[in-house]
């Protein structure tokens, strides 16, 4: 198996566990799991060829869509209401 593919395994593993954590507890690890798809999904296109990384980045872009979509409004400008469970 391959080095990209047992980190893309341990991603999933750890995206799992953080969905599992109350919605104030997930920040932080979901923003370093935000970040960190990216780069791995590049690395498995890289190892594995562009078709991979499309798949990878279909996968991403469904599990992170709320988060992408919050950040897509704030860089154009608006800005968008948070959940009742994300206001301090």
């Given at each position: 198996?391959?080095?990209?593919?047992?980190?893309g395994?341990?991603?999933?593993?750890?995206?799992?566990?953080?969905?599992?954590?109350?919605?104030?507890?997930?920040?932080?690890?979901?923003?370093?799991?935000?970040?960190?798809?990216?780069?791995?999904?590049?690395?498995?296109g890289?190892?594995?060829?562009?078709?991979?990384?499309?798949?990878?980045?279909?996968a991403?872009v469904?599990?992170?869509?709320?988060?992408?979509?919050?950040?897509?409004?704030?860089?154009?400008?608006?800005?968008?209401?948070?959940?009742?469970?994300?206001?301090?």
């Open positions: 198996m391959s080095i990209s593919l047992l980190l395994f341990f991603w999933v593993l750890a995206a799992t566990v953080v969905a599992m954590l109350p919605m104030r507890r997930q920040m932080v690890p979901g923003l370093v799991l935000l970040i960190a798809a990216p780069v791995l999904i590049g690395f498995i890289y190892q594995h060829g562009a078709i991979f990384a499309v798949l990878g980045l279909f991403f469904s599990m992170f869509r709320n988060p992408l979509r919050y950040l897509w409004k704030r860089a154009r400008g608006e800005r968008p209401e948070l959940p009742p469970e994300l206001r301090r």
